[in-house]
């Protein structure tokens, strides 16, 4: 079983920057891809940004296209998101998704979330 461990949220000024880790660790398994998603109270959760392990392919939600960027350090198993230029929308809690293989099945796993507070 993949073990997932975030890291980076807080609290920060409209204009302000942070930056999201999240490390997978464990053994037997292969990761396809690692995303991330956020949640706020009384909504659904919704992609933010995903990378694929073997092609690099990015995926990105249109509000955060051009302030957000995602890249992943494979030899680390962590995915990193980039978050420039916050906005108040973008507080919510965000969470860390794994696509991976174990002995050939698919599985999701799902980080515990970190919280990002972007104050006006």
């Known amino acids: 079983q993949v073990r997932l461990v975030e890291s980076g949220g807080g609290l920060v000024q409209a204009g302000g920057s942070l930056r999201l880790s999240c490390a997978a660790s464990g053994r037997g398994f292969s990761i396809n891809a690692m995303g991330w998603y956020r949640q706020v109270p009384e909504k659904k959760r919704e992609l933010v940004a995903s990378?694929?392990?073997?092609?690099?392919?990015?995926t990105y939600a249109d509000s955060v296209k051009g302030r957000f960027t995602i890249s992943r350090d494979n030899r680390k198993n962590t995915v990193y998101l980039q978050m420039n230029s916050l906005k108040p929308e973008d507080t919510a809690v965000y969470y860390c998704n794994v696509d991976y293989l174990i002995v050939g099945v698919p599985t999701n796993y799902w980080g515990k979330g970190t919280q990002v507070t972007v104050s006006s």
């Open positions: 990378i694929s392990t073997t092609s690099g392919h990015k």
